[in-house]
Each structure stands twice: as C-alpha cells, then as structure tokens.
C-alpha cells in the first residue's frame, strides 16, 4: 500500500471521531440524535481530501502519518469548542480552512527544495523579531494575565510568537549548519566531559539573552521557555554534545532565578505556581490555576461525558477561566477523564516522533536541522501548556496547537506542519530512489 493511500485511510477514523464527538454533544443538549453531526463529518472529511490531493499532487513521497495526527488533533479540538462556544467553534473552523490554504500555500511554493529558505535567513530571522517585539508596540500591543502575547489590528487580533517561532528556528537551522563545525573545533576534556572553547559560547549567549528579554519585557515564561528549549534542542542535534544542554539549563536556571527575585511581575507568577490556595499570593490571581485543578480531579478517570462538565454557575459566571484558550486541557480532562487526556498527549507524543524520524531520515544538515527544530518547538509548546494547567511549571499564555481556539495559533501550525512534510518528501524520496 502506497505511502499515500495509507494517509487516505488514516483521514477516516478522525472525521468519524468528529461524528461521534458531535453526536454527543447533541445528545447532551437535545437529548436526539440530530443528523447534523454527519454533515460536520462529511465536511471535515472533505476538507482533509483536499489536504490529501495537494499532498498526493506536490509531495508524494512525505510521511503518510503527519497529516493524519493533525487532523485528530483538529477534530478533538472542534469538538471541544463547540462544547463550550458554538460561536468560537465557527470561527475555529474558518480558521481551519485558513490554516489549511496556508499549509496547501507553503508547499505549493516550496515543493521544488526547502533549502531555498537559507538565502533568506536573516530576513526571516528580522521578521520574526519584529512579530516578537510587536506586542509591546504602544496602540497595537495587548496584554493578557500581565503577560505581552498579542496584537489587535482592528477588528483583527493574533498572537506573533506563533509565527515568530517558526521564523527563528528557520535562522537557526540555517545558522547552525555554517558554525556547527566552529563549536566543535579545539574542544578539551574535563572529567570525561567534551568542553568547547569559550570564544564559540557567543550563539548560546545570544540566544540565551534574547530569551531573558522575552522574560522580562513581554513577561512570557512560556514563550522565553519555548525558544530556547528549542535552541538547546538544535545546538545538541548539531553539535552531539551534551555540555551545550547542561550550560544551557543551568544558564535559563540562573536567569530566571534572578529575575524572579527581582522583578515583581516574575515572582508573582512564581507565588502563584508554588501555591495558588495560598492567602498571600496576588488578590484572584491563583483563582485560574486553583479552577483547573478542581476540573482536572472532578473528572477523575473516566470524566463526566461530553458535556457534562460545569463550565458556568446559574447567574453566568465562569467557572473555569478562559476554557476555550489556556485551560482547554482541563476542560477535556474534566470532560474525558484522565484516560482521555493521556490519549491526547499520546497523539502529541506520536506526532513527535514523526517529526524527529523526519529529523533523522532527512540527508542534508539544514534540512535535518530545521525538522529537528520545528519538532522540539512543536513539543515544548504542548509541555509549557499541558504543565501550566496542570501546575509542573507555572501557567501561561501558550495554545495547545490545533486544539485551542485561535486564528494565529492554528495558522501557523499548519505551516510548521507543511514544512515538516517538506523536508520528510525530499528524505523519503532519497531512500526510495523516487519509487511512491
């Protein structure tokens, strides 16, 4: 069976778990079985089609299993939102068909050879800075839970780091595949330990600093985490040595430490993840992370059923804070129980090892480098939200890709993704010698 028959087949299971979520949530409400849950099905199916034949058109060869895991992560997250917003999951799925124009867009323009990036780089690299730098911009600027995550441009809003992230990692890919041999020129030993010199630490200074700045001035520990776990991630698959990700950690380490002892807005997110019930942290601010937490033990196992969670009390309230953005993952843990929120992890965690096989099949560094890096910024993204809501690190703006509501976050996802399937075509067609 062909690489893409096998996607073909794949694509069904998650229009018929669409179905099944949609059915259910009319249960819930009408206590009927309507038919329209097979027409959202029927639709979401022809939408991953036509993902499919671009595939089939421009990218024979890719991995038949990434497109798959994405449209399952889309449909959960359609199903979810709808749960809580009817009005949120329309405007999620237009913005599903928006994200898959751009994913069909990017490999329409790279399907020749996605190295054609490298000679952009540093235009990449300034755009994505300026995308991250944006939402500190006066006018412009928007700031959610004292955090700098997005922009509004009338009555069009998104978050920058989304696209910044891919922007970076393209710079880094490229930038690393020049210098990799300069880090690991004149190293010495110490203790069995592999040391280069100190004049080649000037990247990971650099890197480590910008992701100090996004710290402290657009106060995003999510993001700052994000980056430079993913630089860490790059520098060791260029480099094979260790010593740069231990120094790297404790660096992050030493940095954050620092400025959460002296700078307010720090430390107060770090009050509030080491005891948000504590009467000493900042007046409500623990209420978001104490909420998530009460969701994720009331659904216990098994979970309360597809809408069966109490997201609003009698006179409209909310319940949970923002359950349609950063505490998705609670609402489907309260919803699905623990069973089905490990589930979605496990998609995330089989999405990855796509990504890093891609990563290892891949034949030329730039090209190994960028799967490697879009990867490890694809998985920290769902490690810095599924550990805030569940309070390993402290909570923050993120999304869950293709799963949280929001126009930028699934956007470009689906360029990360099409990117992806850029470099595993080429990978793959090598080992094939072009046979489909």
Request: charged share 15%; net charge neutral; glycine share 10%.
């Amino acid at each position: 069976m062909s690489a893409r028959l096998r996607e073909l087949f794949a694509l069904v299971p998650a229009s018929l778990l669409l179905t099944a979520g949609f059915a259910a949530i009319f249960i819930e409400r009408q206590e009927e079985l309507s038919d329209v849950s097979l027409t959202y099905g029927g639709i979401f199916l022809a939408l991953c089609l036509a993902g499919h034949l671009v595939l089939r058109a421009a990218l024979p060869h890719a991995d038949p299993y990434i497109f798959p895991l994405v449209a399952v992560l889309a449909c959960f997250g359609l199903v979810v939102i709808y749960r809580i917003d009817d009005v949120l999951a329309r405007e999620q799925a237009q913005w599903f068909v928006v994200g898959l124009a751009a994913f069909a867009a990017t490999i329409w323009f790279l399907r020749e050879d996605v190295r054609v990036l490298e000679r952009y780089r540093y235009t990449i690299a300034a755009a994505g800075l300026v995308l991250l730098l944006m939402p500190r911009v006066p006018g412009i600027g928007r700031q959610v839970n004292g955090a700098y995550l997005g922009i509004e441009l009338g009555p069009i809003s998104f978050q920058p780091a989304e696209l910044s992230k891919i922007a970076i990692v393209v710079f880094l890919a490229s930038s690393l595949r020049d210098t990799r041999q300069l880090l690991v020129q004149g190293a010495r030993q110490f203790m069995g330990i592999v040391i280069p010199p100190l004049k080649h630490f000037g990247p990971l200074l650099v890197i480590w600093g910008l992701a100090m700045v996004m710290l402290v001035f657009i106060r995003d520990l999510g993001s700052s985490l994000m980056f430079f776990g993913a630089f860490l991630a790059l520098l060791y698959v260029a480099t094979s040595r260790l010593f740069f990700v231990l120094a790297g950690l404790g660096m992050f380490a030493l940095g954050a430490w620092f400025f959460a002892s002296t700078v307010s807005h720090v430390r107060d997110r770090i009050s509030i993840w080491q005891d948000p019930f504590s009467p000493d942290v900042v007046e409500d601010e623990g209420y978001q992370i104490a909420q998530s937490l009460f969701a994720q033990a009331d659904g216990g196992l098994f979970g309360t059923g597809f809408g069966q969670a109490l997201l609003e009390l009698p006179n409209g309230a909310s319940i949970i804070p923002a359950p349609h953005t950063d505490l998705i993952y609670a609402v489907i843990v309260n919803e699905v129980g623990l069973v089905g929120g490990c589930g979605l992890i496990l998609v995330y965690l089989l999405l990855a090892e796509r990504g890093f096989k891609t990563a290892m099949l891949a034949q030329d560094s730039f090209s190994k480098l960028l799967a490697a890096g879009l990867t490890a910024v694809f998985a920290l993204q769902v490690f810095v939200i599924v550990g805030g809501v569940t309070r390993v690190i402290p909570l923050t703006g993120v999304t869950l890709p293709f799963v949280s509501y929001g126009g930028s976050s699934i956007v470009a996802n689906f360029v990360l993704v099409a990117l992806l399937l850029l470099v595993s075509n080429r990978a793959r067609a090598a080992l094939t010698g072009g046979r489909r």
